[in-house]
C-alpha cells in the first residue's frame, strides 16, 4: 500500500520543514509549496490532504480553499495564528475541514492529520467501491458509502465533514441531535463552547447547497434550543 500524500501550503520555510519533518516520521509522503497559488496547482486526485496557512503570497488560504474546492475533495486542514469563531466559521464555510492554531505540537498535528485522512479514506471510499444505496429525502439523494450527493439529477460537492454530518443525519431521520451531539459524533472530541457555532455553520453550508430555505428549512429542521432533525 502506498504511503498517503500530504500537500503542505506554507510561506515560512522553517514551519514547512517541522510539518515535513513530522509527517514524514509517520510514513506520509509529503509535497510542499510556500504561495496560495502553487498549491491549487499541485493538487491533484494523488492528493489525500493538505494543509493550508491562512496567510500566504500570491492567494491567501481562504481564496487558496476556495479555488481548491473547485477540484478536489481531500480534507483541508487550516493553519492558523487567527483564533476567533469569526475566522473559523470564514474558513469552515469557504470548504475547510478543521483549524489547528499556532503554536501547535507534534501531537496536535498528527492526530489531527490522522482523524481527517481516517474520515477521508473510510466515507470517500478509497478504501473500497461505492454502493448503489442510496438515502433520500424529498429530491436529495446521498450515497451511504462515498461521498456523492445529488439534488435531483445535479450533483452537488458536500466536504467531508458536512457530508457526515448529512448522512448521520439520514441514518437516523425522527432523531433531534444536539449541537453536542453531532460535534462529538462527526469530529471525535469533547464539545466545548465554541463547538456550536462550528456545528451552525457547517449545517448552513449543507442548507445551502442543497437548495434548502435557510430562513424556512424543509430538509434540516431547526428544532428550537433542541439541535437539528430530518424528518
Not at 62 to 83: G, Q, V, W
Not at 188 to 197: T, V
Request: net charge negative; hydrophobic share 40%; glycine share 8%.
Amino acid at each position: 500500500m502506498s504511503a498517503e500524500k500530504i500537500l503542505i501550503a506554507d510561506d515560512n520555510a522553517e514551519i514547512r520543514e517541522f510539518i515535513r519533518v513530522m509527517l514524514e516520521s509517520e510514513g506520509f509522503e509529503v509535497i510542499e509549496t510556500a504561495d496560495g497559488g502553487e498549491v491549487v496547482e499541485k493538487a491533484d486526485d494523488s492528493v489525500d490532504l493538505i494543509i493550508l496557512d491562512v496567510m500566504m503570497p500570491v492567494k491567501d488560504g481562504y481564496r487558496a480553499c476556495m479555488e481548491l474546492r473547485e477540484k478536489t475533495k481531500a480534507p483541508i486542514l487550516f493553519l492558523t495564528a487567527k483564533t476567533q469563531d469569526s475566522d473559523k466559521a470564514l474558513g469552515f464555510s469557504l470548504g475547510g475541514d478543521d483549524y489547528l492554531s499556532k503554536p501547535f505540537s507534534y501531537t496536535e498535528l498528527i492526530s489531527r492529520v490522522k482523524a481527517l485522512l481516517r474520515r477521508y479514506c473510510v466515507y470517500k471510499g478509497k478504501d473500497g467501491e461505492s454502493g448503489d444505496g442510496f438515502l433520500k429525502v424529498g429530491d436529495v439523494k446521498i450515497s451511504g458509502t462515498a461521498n456523492q450527493v445529488f439534488v435531483g439529477e445535479k450533483e452537488v460537492f458536500l466536504t467531508e465533514i458536512e457530508y457526515r454530518i448529512l448522512l448521520l443525519m439520514l441514518k437516523n431521520r425522527g432523531k433531534i441531535f444536539s449541537a453536542e451531539n453531532l460535534y462529538e459524533s462527526i469530529w471525535n472530541e469533547p464539545y466545548l463552547y465554541s463547538s456550536g457555532n462550528t456545528v451552525m455553520v457547517h449545517i448552513k453550508n449543507i442548507r445551502k447547497k442543497l437548495g434548502d430555505d435557510t430562513q424556512s428549512p424543509h430538509i434540516i429542521k431547526t428544532v428550537w434550543g433542541r439541535g437539528y432533525r430530518i424528518e
